[in-house]
Nanobody, 127 residues
Framework: QVQLAESGGGLVQAGGSLRLSCAAS????????AGWFRQAPGKEREFVAA????????YYADSVKGRFTASRDNAKNTVYLQLNSLKPDDTAVYYC????????????????????WGQGTQVTVSS
């Protein structure tokens, strides 16, 4: 069982930046593809970004492409999400997720492909 813990959320003005981190409890996090999702009040959880096991492949939602960057440090069992040029529409709880079902180079934007989830971290962007 892998446990994930996000951190780094907060309140930021529009145009600002944040860096989210997600630490995994396993020492073999390189065996897991990772994803970031978000959920705004009254809305369904939506895909933000995904990375393959080695981060050789990354995939982004159109709404964040060019502004957000996903990365990972498998030696630290941690994945990151750099959020730049933030907009009020980016306000949400951000969740990291992990999957051991995808292939080595695989990524996924589908919630059902991820078995492990963190508790979420709040990002609030003021206008």
């Amino acid at each position: 069982q892998v446990q994930l813990a996000e951190s780094g959320g907060g309140l930021v003005q529009a145009g600002g930046s944040l860096r989210l981190s997600c630490a995994a409890s396993t020492r073999t996090f390189s065996n897991y593809a990772a994803g970031w999702f978000r959920q705004a009040p009254g809305k369904e959880r939506e895909f933000v970004a995904a990375m393959s096991r080695s981060a050789s492949n990354t995939y982004y939602a159109d709404s964040v492409k060019g502004r957000f960057t996903a990365s990972r440090d498998n030696a630290k069992n941690t994945v990151y999400l750099q959020l730049n040029s933030l907009k009020p529409d980016d306000t949400a709880v951000y969740y990291c997720a992990a999957s051991d079902k995808l292939s080595y180079f695989g990524t996924s934007s589908q919630l059902q492909d991820y078995d492990y989830w963190g508790q979420g971290t709040q990002v609030t962007v003021s206008s």
